[in-house]
């Protein structure tokens, strides 16, 4: 296999790509804390019936605050539930959706690193089109045309391909939806209760503050709702 990176270049591939297995796990686990999207089963929200927004669940048989809706899978109402992630196992919700955000912004670079290789790669052994698609690449490794190693490089970037268009498909659509800031059950209801009258405002509201830095440095801020109480248009005004 040939050197397609520079031996002067290597420290910065090395950082670079430390940081995206950084990003990329550290967001995933985050996601993966979805204990704290469910929708609490207090005593003390049994009163809460009277409040505005809260409604009976009459699978979980519990009072469930605005924002939150059941799902099947997870066996729980969540907390501003966005959508079931199977990739996270589990939903997500109103401490997870910008982790989930930046999970899919990182992978997309990730895939993006794995394609720029592929294409240096390709270009260093300045290998054939025909060998660059999945069924054409086995078949001249079967007889011995290429080495198998070509054929695992093919596979991965088409992996690569696969994976960057459900990224991009996925960090689109919630980028669009925090601009209205609403989830994705609002956004189809075309509900807008909760609509703060800017994007910026919207934004701010759907990943919390400092979302602007936090897709680069992985601290925590605290979002401007328990998940419980939500402010509307006409407490803001
Ligand atoms: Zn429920
Ligand atoms: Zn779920």
């Given at each position: 296999m040939p050197s397609i990176i520079l031996d002067s270049e290597l420290l910065y591939w090395r950082l670079f790509s430390s940081l995206i297995v950084f990003q990329t796990f550290y967001n995933w686990f985050q996601c993966c804390r979805k204990y704290v999207n469910k929708a609490l089963k207090r005593e003390e929200d049994a009163d809460k019936s009277e409040?505005?927004?809260w409604r009976l669940c009459h699978i979980c048989q519990y009072y469930a605050p605005p924002r939150s809706f059941h799902c099947k899978i997870c066996k729980a109402c969540i907390l501003r539930q966005d959508h079931h992630c199977f990739f996270a196992a589990g939903c997500i919700g109103q401490f997870t959706t910008f982790y989930f955000v930046t999970l899919c912004l990182w992978l997309m670079i990730g895939q993006l690193v794995v394609l720029y290789c592929t294409f240096l790669y390709v270009k260093a052994e300045a290998l054939s089109w025909f060998?660059?698609?999945p069924p054409t690449?086995?078949?001249?490794?079967?007889?011995?045309?290429q080495p198998w190693f070509n054929f695992l490089f093919v596979?991965?970037?088409t992996c690569a391909v696969l994976n960057l268009a459900?990224?991009?498909?996925?960090?689109?659509?919630s980028t669009y939806a925090a601009t209205d800031n609403v989830t994705f059950h609002e956004g189809s209801k075309g509900i807008k209760t909760f609509n703060r009258g800017s994007v910026v405002a919207n934004v701010r509201a759907a990943w919390g503050c400092y979302y602007w830095i936090r897709w680069l440095l992985p601290f925590y801020a605290a979002p401007d709702s328990n998940g419980y109480d939500w402010k509307v248009r006409r407490h803001l005004d």
């Open positions: 409040n505005v927004g060998s660059l698609f690449s086995l078949w001249v490794s079967l007889t011995g045309s596979v991965m970037a459900i990224c991009t498909f996925y960090l689109l659509m």
